[in-house]
């Protein structure tokens, strides 16, 4: 899944095998979607959706709304659902993440939680897959990303956004999948999505669920 941002407005790069020709199109939830021809080049389509600032600009008329998390909220992290509350020490019980310190500092606790339940997860899952795949990984971070989930580097470290704590554990998997297949195929040919479906049975559902949810994961800042 690939993002662009134009003006601070994020775009979704959409490759298709039908389109003849480059197009933006305006989706019902507000997402901008570029329609980019399977074999153009990504110079040739960034450089069309900066010709077409002005259009851009007018249509992102739904911002993703910023989600703030406060108590009382019920969230998922990592797929469990959890009720938010104040309380000291910092821990889960009952379906409760309790969080302590300042209430000015609340969403921040809550996503540095959500990141430290992530990483040992992703270290996990890196770790089962490469195993599989007979394949080494470097470092595993979590970034700040706006336009990516993930990446994979040429020295094969990883980095994932850590708004994906977010997300369903089948989404995270699929991420996590996605990327480890670069360490073998660093395109998005067949063989790379042949070796994606080997690893995890989700892609088709995952990237249904970021495209819809995409935008709303975003607004966790
Ligand atoms: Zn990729």
Known sequence: MNY??????????????????????????????????KYCPVWMATSFAKSQRAWIIAHATHPP??????????????????????????????????LSGDIQFFHRRTCDYAKKMLLPFMQQEVARLTTILGVHAGRITLRNTSSRWGSCSSNHSLSFCWKIAFAPIHVIQYLVAHEVAH???????????????????????????????????????
């Open 183 to 221: 360490l073998v195929h660093m395109n998005h040919s067949s063989d790379f999505w042949n070796l994606v479906d080997q690893l995890t049975p989700y892609r088709k559902e995952a990237e249904k669920w970021l495209k819809t949810n995409g935008q709303k994961l975003q607004g966790i800042v």
């Open 65 to 98: 709304k910023q989600t703030t998390f406060a108590p009382n909220m019920i969230i998922e992290i990592m797929g469990q659902s959890l009720t938010l509350a104040q309380g000291k020490p910092t821990h889960i019980a009952n379906g409760t993440l309790y």
């Open 4 to 37: 662009i941002s134009i003006e601070n407005i994020s775009i979704l790069v959409y490759k298709s095998l039908r389109a003849k020709h480059i197009a933006l199109k305006q989706k019902t939830a507000g997402q901008i979607v570029l329609i980019v021809p």
